[in-house]
């Protein structure tokens, strides 16, 4: 069959497969999801045995350490994958929510139902774990899912893929409510893309280049998930240990994800007090410290951080560190550089915080917390299928609800219009 063809009969299959879904009762699906979760404990050596001849390859042609983490699978990171699918299924179905209703003065009742979205591609990178938590998420949603993961992780996710598979088929669920697209060939992705006619929604998660490419090649909606160039500035009315804490976690503790800090801002008033000890535990910490002019004079040996630093992921133990003259020059300061991804500022004035959060444009906007707790996971929504930095349809974590729309349900008693 040609790789045309078969990307046709994946669409049909989800297509059809989309429309059973929408009437599952979220007993079915839940029970469903627990088989989900159950497949992947049973089937981790062979999931971990496939994850290695990905990693071996990674290495081969010379991935980074940070690549390496988001692609390595073990037993606990699959525990976790299983668990996942647990909480998505201890969560409320969103599907057939009434979001709001109200009569109308001839007595008809109108309202808006939460529906599935129907269809939707999700095209990803490195992470496997992505292939679990997407499908369960879209399942959960009333919406089947075509899953095109890229070459890096390929075995990986297709022995994640048959486990969710055989979960399914025990539940006598149609073929085409989780799909896979096992191939590397970057053709599947183009023509992915064109059937309109079939998917309702596209969702890309990987770098930069690959989201812009899907962006501009889709003739189906697309919902970007771009870098994360996470800030946290701390304010001169900061509580500095609480500051040294939050600003060495949201480095330190997963540096690999999109929701890691990459630049550090510090007020005047209080950077030779504060930065000479972070630096230093950041240091110690294998962190690569690239820092302004300023910040060079207070902690000399650094490398001096350019524009380029400033609009750089990183997603390694690499930072970026400025020193701003005032409040107002942290806000300049993410305006240009941030990604509207995850922004935190460190500080006790209860005023300049409101300000802050009002004031910044991005997802997901803290106060004295590290933006490491941008997660589907963390938020209470169970799971996600990524960060959104789009401000339509959804934005920030997109857990169930936001891989759902509604619709309006009209309800009478013969009313006709004059």
Not at 285 to 290: M, N, W
């Amino acid at each position: 069959m040609s790789l045309k063809n078969d990307i046709m009969r994946i669409a049909k299959e989800a297509k059809s497969a989309s429309l059973f879904l929408g009437g599952v009762s979220s007993q079915l699906k839940n029970k469903a999801l627990q088989l989900m979760a159950e497949e992947l404990i049973r089937k981790k050596e062979d999931i971990i045995r496939a994850n290695r001849k990905d990693v071996r390859l990674a290495k081969k042609e010379g991935k980074t350490s940070a690549f390496i983490d988001r692609l390595k699978l073990n037993e606990d990171r699959i525990r976790k994958m299983s668990q996942d699918l647990l909480s998505i299924a201890g969560l409320a179905d969103p599907v057939g929510e009434m979001i709001k209703i109200w009569r109308r003065p001839n007595g008809l009742m109108v309202g808006k139902m939460r529906a599935p979205l129907g269809v939707i591609g999700i095209i990803y990178e490195s992470r496997p774990d992505v292939t679990s938590d997407c499908a369960g998420l879209c399942f959960k949603a009333g919406s089947a899912v075509i899953l095109r993961g890229g070459r890096e992780s390929i075995n990986s996710n297709i022995e994640i893929y048959k486990a969710l598979s055989s979960a399914l088929q025990r539940c006598d669920f149609p073929k085409g409510c989780v799909n896979l697209i096992q191939t590397d060939d970057r053709e599947a992705v183009s023509l992915l893309l064109t059937l309109s006619g079939f998917i309702d929604l596209i969702i890309p998660r990987g770098g930069e280049s690959l989201i812009r490419e899907v962006a501009d090649k889709s003739k189906i909606p697309v919902i970007k998930h771009y870098k994360g160039i996470c800030h946290t500035y701390v304010d001169e009315y900061a509580d500095l240990a609480m500051a040294e804490e939050v600003a060495f976690n949201a480095k330190v503790q997963r540096p690999s994800t999109c929701n890691a800090m990459e630049c550090l801002l510090v007020h005047k008033a209080v950077a030779k007090q504060f930065l000479p000890k972070i630096l230093e535990r950041l240091k110690k910490a294998g962190v690569e410290i690239r820092g302004c002019l300023e910040t060079a004079k207070i902690y000399p040996g650094i490398k001096i951080a350019t524009a380029k630093d400033f609009s750089t992921e990183y997603l390694d133990l690499i930072l970026s560190v400025k020193i701003v003259n005032n409040f107002e020059g942290a806000l300049k300061h993410i305006a240009e550089f941030g990604t509207k991804h995850s922004e935190a500022i460190i500080s006790n004035d209860f005023q300049r915080g409101m300000k802050f959060l009002k004031t910044i444009d991005a997802a997901c906007v803290y106060i004295n917390a590290s933006t490491r707790f941008t997660d589907g996971n963390e938020f209470g929504l169970g799971a996600e299928v990524g960060i959104s930095t789009d401000k339509l349809h959804a934005r920030g974590p997109m857990g169930l609800e936001d891989l759902t729309t509604y619709k309006y349900i009209v309800i009478g008693n013969g009313q006709t219009r004059t």
